[in-house]
């Protein structure tokens, strides 16, 4: 299961740049699918192989001018809900403010891993200053500056200690689905139109994180784990201003599933926040199914549903070989087709190839085409194998992988979706020098 790292703390203690710095060697890797938006607040991050998802809080505050403490607070009970270590960051320059002293309140009385942060930290008076933490009650104080980096790998060992060792992800052979979207998209009329009123047919899985239960469901012939997305529903009324929450909840779903059935409103369109969640999918290459709902409401002789898919296709791109289906939660219009289209998803994002079969299609899309030469070398591809990954990846194997651009990747990919059904999952292609 995926481990949540959320950093808090007051404005201006540098939260992003320590985020920056312990998402940034990840990038790479994540930008690897082109096209992927980098959303400044959440990232993927890697310690001696350990991977995390890691929070900025702070990227979340709309209006930054008037004094926010109610907002800090709630975004400190938010983490402490959601993530399984909170960093609380605070400023050596400043020393303990009103708002640290209020912040470690509420922080002293949590049953979670917490680890107190002092930045700024660049020289030996100011190691010095920073004993003053200590009164904050919170235990152990880690220097750092997330400037130059200095004591971030004493923090990240700090991190990565704290996550239970056997939390890599269990391969179970029934699928997980999630049903992820913007709030009032009619997700849980999806969920209720699944389920029908049959309830006694639902048993309960205690669910991999304490706050989404996997129900199992057999029905009409499909064998299936629905993660309980209730979290994703908004806690109370204060919360209603900040999209942060619910990005914050689907992350913990789609972490946690295989596949997620991602639900847009056909009277609205794609939007930011459908966008932002879509991707997320991506960043975790987790398959993924468009669901268009409220498909009763839209007057037939103005769109068809050929135009909108166009349209939807074009916002998602470059990643297009997804499918995209027609609902009404309400009517239950094809809510078969939306189980059945989500276990292919689960299939094809399962798909190994194998190596003989790979490297004869490829070989000769290569040969169709070859990489293009990069001040005067030739790119010569000899080999290529799919790694034994979760989701689909591929090592291409050449003399200077350090020159394939973007475009090549692309047209690899799409020989690879053109020869074996990938639809509706990310795949990743690596360059490796043999």
């Keep these: 299961m995926g481990n949540l790292v959320a950093i808090v703390g007051r404005p201006n203690v540098g939260k992003s740049t320590l985020f920056n710095r312990l ?87 949590v049953n979670k891993k917490v680890i107190l942060v002092v930045n700024k930290v660049d020289n030996g008076d100011r190691i010095y200053d920073a004993q003053v933490f200590y009164g904050l009650g919170l235990g152990e104080i880690f220097c750092i500056s997330s400037i130059n980096g200095s004591g971030t790998g004493d923090l990240l060992d700090e991190i990565t200690a704290s996550f239970t060792k056997d939390d890599e992800i269990v391969e179970s052979e029934i699928p997980r689905f999630t049903i992820v979207g913007r ?46 997305t209730a979290g994703l529903r908004k806690k109370g009324k204060t919360m209603d201003d900040l999209e942060f929450y619910s990005v914050m909840r689907s992350i913990r779903a789609i972490e946690n599933s295989d596949v997620c059935m991602l639900m847009i409103d056909a009277t609205r369109g794609v939007e930011a926040q459908d966008l932002n969640i879509f991707g997320q999918i991506i960043k975790n290459r987790k398959g993924v199914v468009v669901i268009v709902n409220k498909w009763d409401l839209i007057d037939k002789d103005t769109n068809t549903s050929k135009e909108l898919t166009e349209k939807i296709r074009a916002k998602f791109a470059p990643f297009n070989d997804l499918p995209i289906i027609f609902t009404s939660a309400i009517t239950k219009q094809r809510i078969h087709k939306v189980l059945e289209t989500a276990i292919e998803v689960y299939q094809n994002r399962k798909r190994k190839i194998k190596t003989s079969k790979l490297n004869e299609v490829m070989l000769k899309a290569i040969e169709d085409y070859h990489p293009p030469s990069v001040k005067g070398k030739y790119i010569k591809i000899k080999y290529v194998t799919q790694l034994p990954t979760f989701a689909p990846s591929f090592a291409f194997f050449c003399n200077l992988p350090q020159y394939i651009r973007d475009p090549y990747r692309r047209y690899l990919e799409n020989k690879l979706r053109d020869e074996y059904n990938f639809t509706g999952v990310p795949i990743q292609i690596f360059f490796r020098k043999k």
Aim: charge should be negative; hydrophobic fraction near 35%; aromatic fraction near 8%.
């Design 23 to 109: 998402t940034e060697t990840r990038h790479a890797i994540v930008d690897e699918m082109s096209g992927v938006t980098r959303d400044r607040h959440y990232g993927k991050s890697e310690w001696n192989g350990r991977e995390f998802s890691v929070i900025d809080t702070g990227g979340y505050i709309k209006n930054s001018d008037d004094v926010f403490e109610e907002e800090i607070r709630k975004q400190v009970i938010l983490a402490i809900e959601e993530a399984d270590v909170i960093i609380f960051i605070v400023d050596v320059l400043n020393g303990i403010t009103d708002l640290d002293e209020e912040i470690s309140r509420i922080l002293r009385k």
């Design 183 to 228: 709030p009032n998209v009619g997700k849980s009329s999806l969920v209720n139109s699944l389920l029908g009123k049959e309830r006694n047919i639902v048993t309960p899985i205690a669910g991999t994180t304490r706050d989404s239960i996997n129900t199992r469901y057999n029905k009409y012939g499909f064998e299936f784990d629905l993660v309980d």
